[in-house]
């Protein structure tokens, strides 16, 4: 340790005397970070260095993490690139993923090459609203009907009051739902090219004060859960939260046949016992093959909050012969959470990932940005169902995992 203020602060730090989260108040972010790594790699005895190699400075990853240590590499890869006729995405594009596992990028790819050979892929989002859902506690069932009633009357006021705190989200719905003495109050946002959760907690928080001061409902909790944030939940695949999300494609015969190596009668018969029959014996709330993967590496790549994978995994394919006998295959993401301001978006390498995609901060009209990053997950989500589908009909799945040294 030949900075003598690093040395110092570590045994500071090793006897008690600053604590981790204190130390921004002693030194530059940059030292702060290298004083938590040494003073961890002295306390695990590990070698932690690697967490030191990043290209960003450590100041500007305040707003995304506490008691920084460094930063873990993830490496990342491109799709494509892909033609998408969207509402606001459009063009051939890459398709930037983040992740460790191997056989992933290469699985998107083919079915985005696939996608292309058959002219491109259609997306639309169709529907957007980011939710909070406060639970009041009530005196009985008549009383949770009388709240309910008055906030159906009072969305206006309600209206009001959150779109006070902010400058850019627009409250859209209030839905009550009342569980005997519990009336829970759905709040639906247009939180535009934000995520929005931040956003829409405070200008809730305010909504509930009024609805405080005007009935007998007391506030038990501003999130109730039926929200519903980072848990899977049938209200986010039947209301849709964020963005819902939808990518199709239809391919000639000869191309499933050719690129494939299996028939459109074989993809159809899979996606049917499989990700329908299959997920409903399973319980499932997502009926796909395997839709995370493709979310999961889109929002590590670009930025987004990576717990809501648990939402954005909440999708359904179909699959199904044409007339003429090609095939139709559509993805549709009930409640994808994303947005393109904010949040880990501004850091060098999620900000370069929305770069190439062409959709880094706000669009121009307001979210029509985040509506075109949800549609470009979507037709990466469609590839990656193709893929690992005709994988299956043509039983080479683990075979091109063995070839690939997976």
């Known amino acids: 340790m030949s900075d003598p203020t690093v040395a110092d602060l570590v045994d500071r730090v090793r006897d008690g005397d600053v604590r981790l989260h204190e130390l921004d108040a002693h030194v530059d972010a940059e030292t702060a970070a290298t004083v938590r790594r040494r003073a961890v790699a002295e306390q695990s005895g590990s070698d932690v260095d690697a967490f030191g190699e990043y290209a960003f400075d450590a100041a500007d990853a305040d707003p995304n993490i506490d008691n920084m240590i460094g930063a873990v590499q993830i490496p990342i890869g491109v799709a494509g690139p892909v033609s998408v006729d969207g509402g606001a995405f459009a063009g051939d594009r890459y398709l930037p993923m983040a992740t460790t596992e191997g056989a992933l990028v290469a699985s998107v790819n083919r079915g985005c090459s696939v996608i292309d050979a058959a002219g491109g892929s259609t997306a639309r989002v169709t529907k957007s609203g980011m939710t909070r859902a406060p639970v009041f506690r009530v005196d009985d069932v008549a009383e949770a009907e009388a709240l309910a009633s ?124 499989k990700n329908h029959v299959g997920s409903a014996k399973a319980g499932s709330l997502g009926f796909n093959a395997h839709v995370a993967n493709t979310v999961a590496a889109m929002f590590l790549a670009t930025g987004q909050d990576e717990a809501q994978v648990v939402e954005g995994a909440n999708a359904i394919t179909t699959a199904e012969v044409t007339p003429d006998g090609d095939l139709y295959v559509s993805v549709s993401l009930a409640s994808l959470e994303v947005g393109t301001v904010g949040g880990g978006t501004k850091l060098p390498t999620q900000a370069a990932a929305l770069d190439v995609l062409g959709v880094r901060g706000g669009g121009d009209p307001a979210g029509s940005n985040a509506d075109a990053l949800a549609e470009a997950i979507a037709v990466g989500a469609l590839a990656g169902e193709l893929s690992l589908l005709a994988a299956l009909g043509s039983r080479n799945l683990a075979s091109a995992h063995e070839e690939l040294g997976r």
């Open 150 to 273: 008055w906030v159906r009357d009072n969305v206006p006021t309600l209206r009001e009051a959150a779109e006070s705190t902010t400058s850019h989200g627009e409250l859209l719905a209030v839905t009550p739902y009342a569980v005997g003495n519990n009336v829970y109050l759905r709040f639906r946002y247009d939180t535009k090219d934000a995520m929005g959760m931040n956003m829409v907690t405070i200008a809730t928080r305010e909504a509930c004060d009024v609805v405080e001061a005007e009935t007998d409902a007391s506030l038990v909790a501003l999130s109730g859960n039926l929200c519903s944030d980072k848990k899977p939940a049938a209200v986010n695949a039947v209301e849709g939260r964020g963005r819902s999300v939808a990518a199709d494609v239809e391919i000639p015969r000869e191309v499933v046949e050719d690129r494939l190596h299996t028939t459109p009668e074989a993809i159809a018969e899979i996606n049917t016992r």
